[in-house]
């Protein structure tokens, strides 16, 4: 299988099964001397971990992280760090009728065209316990950015028809972590809960927004064409499974706006970071970074696995109707806020590793500051 690895200089190859033994990353490239450790992965796995609230499937995992190489007395040593998170509550005969029919919105039916053959328990590849990897990676970018006064930070922007209402950034995190839908603002996450439990008693599911939001970015991060790095931010978050959509800044609906209404009127130019009235742009300019916050948000498809009857084939083609069994989400988000953060910070890390070859005054300072 192609496809499991990601980034240029900063590089990851996540591997595992949602019932295999277990789901892991190796990154390579990551720089020597960063603080790290077993307890900030962790922190960052709990967030998407499985069986917390009765609005994620039932499955109970502790996804306890073991960090296996490319660590010295709590700091990065630059040599590949492997980390692995082993499964605990495979109950894989809860999917063994599925092995016969193609489930509605899975990649049940794309995985036998193309390989002819799939692991049904639970999805393989496609589960959503691929993204166990993605978050511990995500974990360790998250500290190199930390080192450069960068930090990514993302939330459920709306869940169905319901919206978080807009709030400081001072309490963002604070609000969004008292809410078991990472939702920030009560009212919003109430509603949203509200909204859930009617969809729920319908045997049904939910989709909603991820918002993230990049602060401290420095400007002129990206390469133009093929290489942008909104180009590289929609890759990273559309290769999240259930990701329907990606948009940075005012994303579609600048395209119902004018000129005049849609372009960032420039106030100045401080410290190398250009100072606009708006942020329509969404901290990116012909595909490099301009200082001012990224803004990004990913549309996240209803669960497809849900319990209301619904009609499929069988492989042979013949018509049959399924009710879905086993364990899953009701909804995708609240446990999918933390991947997004994290496909985030791998592209912003890899692209300031990346930025550092490209001008040569820079490169002589660097050289000469080591020659002294």
């Known amino acids: 299988m192609a ?37 900030l992965v962790q922190a960052y796995l709990n967030r998407r971990k499985p069986g ?49 029919y193609y489930r509605p919105g899975h990649a049940d039916f794309t995985y036998d065209a193309k390989y002819g053959f799939r692991d049904y328990r639970g999805g393989g590849r496609s589960s959503g316990r691929e993204t166990i990897g993605r978050v511990a990676a995500g974990a360790l970018a998250c500290a190199f950015l930390k ?34 839908l990472f939702m920030p603002g009560k009212d ?29 970015m420095p400007a002129g991060i990206g390469d133009p064409v093929f ?21 940075i ?29 708006t942020n329509h742009a969404g901290g990116i300019l012909g595909g490099i970074s301009d200082g001012s916050d990224i803004v990004l948000r990913a549309a996240v498809k209803p669960t497809p696995s849900i319990f209301k009857e619904q009609q499929t084939v069988l492989r042979d083609g013949s018509p049959v109707s399924v009710q879905v069994k086993g364990r899953h989400d009701p909804v995708i988000v609240p446990r999918a806020v933390v991947v997004v953060e994290a496909m985030t910070a791998l592209v912003i890390a890899d692209a300031l590793l990346v930025n550092m070859g490209a001008r040569m005054d820079r490169i002589r300072e660097f050289y000469s500051f080591c020659r002294r």
């Not at 040599?79 to 692995?84: D, R």
């Not at 996450?189 to 939910?206: G, R, V, W």
């Not at 929609?234 to 999240?240: C, D, H």
């Open 52 to 100: 917390q609230t009765r609005y994620s499937t039932p499955r109970k995992e502790n996804d306890s992280v073991k960090i296996n190489s490319g660590l010295f007395e709590g700091r990065t040593t630059g040599t590949p760090i492997s980390m692995a998170v082993y499964n605990e509550t495979q109950r894989s005969a809860d999917y063994s009728e599925i092995a016969g």
């Open 147 to 180: 080192e450069l006064g960068i930090t990514v930070t993302a939330y459920t922007k709306s869940i169905g028809p319901i919206q978080a209402s807009p709030t400081s950034r001072d309490t963002l995190i604070e609000k969004r972590d008292a809410s078991p």
């Open 3 to 39: 496809g499991s690895s990601f980034g240029t200089i900063f590089k990851i190859t996540t591997w595992g099964e949602s019932h295999g033994d277990g789901i892991g990353v190796v990154v390579d490239g990551c720089p020597a001397g960063i603080k790290f450790d077993e307890e």
């Open 249 to 277: 800044g005012a994303g579609f609906s600048c395209a119902g706006a004018t000129g005049s209404e849609n372009n960032d009127a420039f106030l100045d130019i401080r410290d190398g970071h250009a100072h606009k009235a």
């Open 188 to 216: 919003a996450s109430d509603a949203a809960e509200e909204y859930l439990n009617n969809t729920m008693k319908q045997f049904d599911s939910a989709g909603g927004i991820i918002e993230c939001i990049v602060s401290g």
């Open 227 to 247: 290489e942008k790095l909104d180009a590289a931010l929609a890759k990273a978050v559309f290769s999240i499974g259930a990701v329907k959509g990606v948009e």
